[in-house]
């Protein structure tokens, strides 16, 4: 069951494409990277998810029905450029954003209690945001994105501004919410920031994908059964010559390929050479899967 | 939907209602007018005995001028010479003297007067108006007039003008009061209209550049947002205004009761009919003047006084919010400012040129009409009575013209609040406007 599924979407600004013929289909209950440099179409999607935009052409669907204005009430949404009424109280701010979402006064009480308390805020829920600290406002903004318990929590630039004490709070708590059901697209375009926390990820570049599945998946495929090796050689012993080869102070390391040959076949011929201390499989980051899509898609 | 614009017009009413520049503002305009008046009234009431002890000496060398002694001056005449008057001006004992040389009743040259303070322009106006009655009367005395039976022959004269209403009946009408409604009304007005519209237009401003906008427009529609912010701060200042009223209306007649001057309509009601007769007869002209207040059509002006001062108010309310989306900080907003300030202004100059000197000449007719000038015109026309066919035009175009804002704002704030850091030019409302 996909939870968002969008079919031949297209949105133009003028001259410039900003989506071209775009398919995507986000399953349930996973975390959901979206990637791709700055100006590739990711906030443009966002937004037409979010309908602050309209699409050219294409269709969306959110649980199998067509997008409509009640879905607002389904999704939450933190954007890249967010912020907060400065001269509000927290807690009139909170209850504000969770009644536009179409909550009723009484039941978003007792919900923004609940994380106040858990992001121990408390102290501060009669205080203005202008009295608080960056981390801290910070945190009500998460909470105002989730409040409503949306079913698909949708983050553009999650952790752009956060310091890392709280980027690891909200990280866990995105993971908890991911356990308790919701689905949650992460839109970035620093990769290697979500490639532990993703488990199926898109790639956008210039309007276009042109990369997408699970991340085991992508990352099975982008193999190149290459092996690094570190090894001492035996005493008088000439190696052939290998790839990246370096000498280091007690040790030699180089990289080798596999040729068709399983691992161990290779070792056993290593072994020849002297003793080996390290032999590993390399496997390409997100980031340079993403860059070598680029060059394939140039080439 | 509308359970959503509800949400935003309490957000943004509370936002400023409990805002402390707010509430000063509130309490401290409507005690600043009562004070002032109450300033004045003490000054003038403590001024008056001082003023008229004020002795001058007369030295007159034709020993024809009997000065009569007024509110401002009493005249002494005890044949002094000028070098005794002197010595009594500097003493203290006289506020000046007067010296009269002898003179042709016809060239009267030389008059002079001396005083330690210098005397204000009102003085030197109260001494000639004196001295010019005084050479009138030796004048006609003179020709064999007698003063007394020329004083016989003025009669004051006042015409009271009544309106004919065409059903039958008719009612007072006075061009002063109804100037000074009309100047209220349409004032009162065109404020509102700047103040409040700044205000929108600061909000807007606000939503963007924190940027919030990103987040409310992901749960609720551009539309819902501008509409809710626009009634919102209205009703913000319409209770203002309320509260203004009540406090001025309140204050006033407590500095008016503590210097023994009851309002008048009170006295009216405490009054039985025979002592209303008899106070008629004893202050016609209080009379007049409440027979006037009671000639005006308070229905008609209190009802387009709300509609004129809300549809003004929605009409340029979108031009404010729009202004604000388009750009990224205040100072920016100027050059957009002129659709607004330019037929504001022409409404507001229109109604001291043309609709107030005459609010039935064709200048002020289509003032009255055109929805951009028509809040601030019409109000000036409203006391004078304005047919109701002319009133229903203006009215029902003020309503499609704030429509048609409204709509036209709502575009460019749909695209204008998501436009960060680029120069925005009319060229680009436009084509927002054009957009879907």
Request: proline share 4%.
């Amino acid at each position: 069951m996909c939870i968002l599924k969008i079919e031949s979407l297209n949105k133009r600004y003028g001259h410039h494409v900003a989506l071209r013929d775009f398919h995507l289909a986000v399953p349930q209950g996973t975390v959901f990277g979206l990637l791709g440099p700055n100006g590739a179409g990711k906030t443009t999607l966002i937004r037409i998810v979010n309908q602050i935009i309209d699409q050219d052409s294409g269709s969306i669907w959110i649980n199998g029905e067509s997008l409509k204005l009640s879905h607002v009430r389904n999704i939450g949404y933190l954007p890249e450029e967010r912020g907060l009424y400065k001269a509000m109280k927290v807690e009139d701010q909170l209850l504000y954003f969770a009644q536009i979402k179409g909550l009723e006064a009484r039941a978003a009480a007792s919900k923004i209690h609940l994380w106040l308390e858990k992001l121990s805020l408390i102290p501060w829920k009669s205080k203005k945001i202008e009295e608080l600290s960056k981390g801290m406002a910070q945190k009500v903004q998460f909470i105002a994105t989730v409040i409503h318990e949306p079913k698909l929590l949708i983050l553009d630039e999650p952790f752009s501004g956060f310091d890392p004490v709280n980027a690891e709070i909200i990280k866990n708590e995105i993971l908890e919410l991911k356990n308790k059901g919701t689905t949650i697209i992460l839109s970035t375009h620093r990769m290697e920031s979500v490639e532990l926390l993703c488990d199926h990820i898109a790639m956008i570049n210039k309007a276009d994908k042109i990369l997408d599945g699970p991340v085991k998946e992508i990352k099975k495929n982008a193999k190149m059964h290459r092996y690094r090796v570190k090894l001492v050689p035996n005493p008088g012993m000439v190696l052939p010559s290998f790839e990246h080869y370096k000498q280091e102070e007690d040790h030699v390391s180089f990289t080798v390929a596999l040729e068709g040959k399983a691992p161990n076949e290779v070792i056993s011929e290593l072994m020849d050479y002297g003793e080996v201390h390290c032999f590993e499989e390399i496997i390409p980051s997100i980031e340079e899967i993403f860059i070598q899509k680029i060059n394939e898609s140039h080439g | 939907m509308a359970n959503k614009i509800f949400l935003v017009i309490k957000r943004e009413y509370l936002a400023r209602v409990k805002r402390r520049s707010f509430i000063v503002a509130t309490i401290i305009t409507p005690l600043i007018f009562p004070s002032i008046l109450g300033v004045f009234l003490w000054i003038a009431l403590s001024d008056m005995p001082l003023e008229g002890s004020k002795i001058i000496e007369v030295v007159d060398e034709n020993r024809t001028f009997m000065l009569e002694s007024n509110e401002m001056f009493v005249f002494s005449y005890r044949g002094l010479d000028r070098e005794e008057a002197r010595e009594q001006v500097v003493q203290g004992n006289r506020y000046g003297y007067l010296y009269i040389p002898d003179l042709d009743v016809n060239r009267p040259l030389g008059i002079t007067f001396y005083s330690v303070e210098p005397p204000g322009l009102s003085m030197i106006g109260n001494l000639e108006a004196a001295i010019q009655k005084k050479l009138e009367e030796i004048k006609l005395f003179a020709s064999g007039i007698d003063p007394e039976v020329l004083s016989d022959l003025k009669t004051p004269v006042n015409i009271k003008a009544m309106r004919l209403a065409i059903g039958g009946g008719e009612t007072v009408s006075n061009t002063v009061v109804n100037y000074g409604v009309g100047f209220i009304a349409g004032i009162l007005i065109y404020t509102f209209i700047f103040v409040y519209g700044n205000q929108i237009m600061q909000g807007v401003i606000e939503e963007k550049s924190s940027r919030i906008i990103e987040i409310l427009v992901s749960s609720l529609k551009p539309f819902q947002l501008m509409m809710g912010k626009i009634i919102g701060i209205g009703a913000v200042g319409l209770t203002q205004f309320l509260i203004w009223i009540i406090l001025i209306g309140l204050v006033s007649s407590l500095v008016m009761g503590y210097f023994g001057l009851q309002m008048p309509q009170q006295q009216l009601l405490e009054m039985s009919g025979s002592e209303m007769a008899n106070w008629q007869n004893e202050n016609t002209q209080l009379f007049e003047i409440m027979e006037l207040i009671q000639g005006i059509d308070f229905y008609t002006l209190i009802f387009s006084f709300l509609i004129y001062f809300v549809g003004g108010y929605l009409l340029y309310g979108a031009f404010f919010a729009a202004i604000g989306a388009a750009v990224d900080n205040p100072s920016d907003a100027q050059q957009f400012m002129f659709p607004v300030t330019i037929p504001l202004l022409m409404a507001y100059m229109g109604l001291f040129i043309f609709v107030l000197d005459d609010p039935n000449s064709n200048a002020s007719y289509w003032l009255s009409i055109i929805p951009f000038t028509s809040p601030v015109a019409m109000m000036g026309r409203v006391s004078y009575g304005v047919p109701w066919i002319e009133l229903a035009l203006s009215i029902s175009l003020l309503t499609s013209g704030f429509l048609f804002t409204t709509w036209a704002a709502g575009k460019i704030y749909r695209i204008g609040i998501l436009v960060h850091g680029s120069k925005v030019s009319y060229k680009t409302l436009w084509k927002w406007i054009k957009q879907n």
